[in-house]
Nanobody
């Protein structure tokens, strides 16, 4: 099983990034998918969830209206479009997968290695 994130980087406040997560080694379309982040010196924070079909999405309040989670089951890829980025969005962003998922699970079946997002002028 592999989850490989990409798309992070350094961006100015107000800028945008699109994170991607390429999945392999499991049946991607059967898994709920998540974005989770960890800011420097802080714990893990759930960011967003998408169900298997992509028809239901969920967001932490701090990113609602600024971020959009999506998935392409044909490409086994998860995305997070991040707009109007703020310094407090600075974190390592992980994608995660869970079968029989729920909107905000306590644990996950699979994790990626993360991609760093830094929002700074």
């Amino acid at each position: 099983v592999q989850l490989v994130e990409s798309g992070g980087g350094l961006v100015q406040p107000g800028g945008s990034l699109r994170l991607s997560c390429a999945a392999s080694g499991f049946t991607f379309s059967n898994y709920w998918m998540y974005w989770v982040r960890q800011a420097p010196g802080k714990g893990l924070e759930w960011v967003s969830t998408i169900n298997t079909s992509g028809g239901s999405t969920y967001y932490v309040d701090s990113v609602k209206g600024r971020c959009t989670i999506s998935r392409d089951n044909a490409k086994n890829t998860l995305y997070l479009q991040m707009n109007s980025l703020k310094p407090e969005d600075t974190a390592n962003y992980y994608c995660a997968a869970k079968s029989y998922g729920v909107p905000t699970p306590a644990d996950y079946d699979y994790w990626g290695q993360g991609t760093q997002v830094t929002v700074s002028s």
